[in-house]
């Protein structure tokens, strides 16, 4: 099966801190997105990108920036942590536009004190 | 833009029964459609997905039929199990840009 690996599991932050998240899939995967789960709004879309040195801005982008290196890698920074970005933070990769699935990590659990 | 609603947020049902959840959407583009599952502390799984109008699509005893002239999705089963008590995602994506986004989620909760 498709492989989509995140770390940290877990990370509690100061508030004003630098958090990043990171994620690497082994699919050769054009596609990765970076979704954060909240109970009452499901899914919400973040950052996305279409392959290695692209971004794009998902639904909800404020306080949050994205980084695609390579195709395997995309991470998601926040440069000034807020306690309203306590959340988990899911990363997936494929190719959707292609009506094929989309794989996702296990998450990421992120505390902001 | 483009949205996906879910208007139920928690569905409560007896084992055996049937049950539907409702998905609507809006986008312009031709869209394709996915139903994702979520079980308590797991990464969400496809369930289903489609992109033909007016066909059924089955999996897992779960089906689904996309009616582009409503815009909806709704995920069925004729006999629900403990096991699906889970949460239910339904999301849209299209063709050209593979930006894919998500429902609110409806939590299924199956009972004995």
């Known amino acids: 099966e498709a492989a989509v690996t995140q770390s940290p599991r877990n990370k509690v932050a100061v508030t004003g801190g630098k958090v990043t998240l990171s994620c690497n899939q082994t699919?050769?995967?054009?596609?990765m997105y970076w979704y954060r789960q909240d109970t009452g709004h499901g899914l919400r879309l973040i950052h996305y990108?279409?392959?290695?040195?692209?971004?794009e801005k998902g639904d909800i982008p404020d306080g949050y920036k994205a980084s695609r290196p390579s195709q395997e890698n995309f991470s998601l920074i926040l440069e000034l942590a807020t306690p309203s970005q306590t959340s988990v933070y899911f990363c997936?990769?494929?190719?959707?536009?292609?009506?094929?699935?989309?794989?996702f990590g296990k998450g990421t659990r992120l505390t902001v004190v | 833009g483009d949205s996906v609603t879910q208007t139920e947020g928690l569905v409560t049902l007896t084992k055996g029964l049937p049950v539907m959840l409702n998905c609507t959407y809006q986008t312009t583009y031709s869209p394709f459609l996915f139903w994702y599952v979520q079980h308590l502390n797991e990464a969400p799984k496809l369930l289903l997905k489609s992109s033909t109008d007016n066909k059924r699509t089955e999996h897992q005893g779960f089906y689904a039929t996309l009616h582009k002239s409503s815009s909806s999705f709704h995920l069925q089963k004729s006999s629900v199990q403990l096991s699906d008590s889970a949460l239910y995602f339904c999301?849209?994506?299209?063709?050209?840009?593979?930006?894919?986004?998500f429902g609110q989620g409806t939590k299924l909760s199956i009972k004995p």
């Open positions: 990108s279409y392959g290695a040195g692209s971004t």
């Open positions: 699919n050769n995967h054009n596609n």
């Open positions: 999301a849209l994506s299209d063709y050209n840009q593979g930006k894919l986004i």
């Open positions: 997936a990769s494929g190719d959707p536009q292609g009506a094929t699935e989309v794989f």
